[in-house]
């Protein structure tokens, strides 16, 4: 079973400066997937499989996606959906729960930490704040950031935007305290 695609996006920024020149470059990229939901217009179900089980699928490609486009390993990562008015918020949830974040995991290379995340409905063009943390310890304060997508005819009443988000490191100049990437890896 899977879900119907009718486009994906991809997105890439690289960040050179932020109140001054950083000793290296931040690069942050994203992806995201327009699928039509299965569940809009009908009645109410208790059961989401429909969304769920293929959602792996889309874990692996987008998670493919976005380190391309990222060009580097990824260090931080983050999830969101946004759900047509055709469906419920809990459609957006339901397409990014475990399934789909085991395989983008697998996809960037490897991960253990809780995979931060947001979901709304909306209309078309609404944008996403994917946030962003350390993807090996949440704790890494760093690497808290986000990427902003919007896709502007998505998502349509019946359709579901699944993006993700990674980055190449943590913010420019992070002074701000917090357990460091070296403490979390037992470096430090």
């Not at 299965?38 to 976005?66: C, K, N």
């Not at 969101?80 to 957006?92: D, S």
């Not at 949440?138 to 902003?148: F, I, L, N, P």
């Amino acid at each position: 079973m899977s879900l119907e695609i009718r486009k994906v996006v991809t997105y890439a920024e690289e960040i050179r400066r932020d109140g001054k020149p950083g000793e290296s470059w931040l690069r942050k990229a994203g992806a995201a997937a327009v699928v039509r939901n299965p569940y809009a217009g009908r009645p109410y179900s208790e059961d989401l499989s429909e969304i769920v089980a293929p959602s792996a699928e889309l874990g692996a490609l987008l998670g493919a996606r976005a380190v391309e486009a990222l060009g580097r390993p990824a260090e931080s990562y983050g999830k969101a959906a946004l759900v047509g008015t055709g469906g419920e918020q809990e459609h957006a949830v339901a397409i990014k729960t475990s399934v789909f974040g085991d395989a983008f995991r697998e996809a960037i290379g490897g991960a253990t930490a809780w995979l931060p995340s947001i979901s709304k409905r909306c209309a078309p063009g609404a944008s996403a704040d994917i946030p962003l943390c350390f993807k090996d310890e949440v704790w890494v304060r760093s690497h808290y950031d986000a990427v902003t997508m919007t896709i502007p005819d998505a998502p349509a009443h019946d359709e579901i935007v699944l993006l993700v988000a990674v980055a190449s490191g943590a913010r420019l100049h992070a002074r701000l305290g917090g357990k460091t990437k070296e403490e979390a890896l037992g470096a430090g």
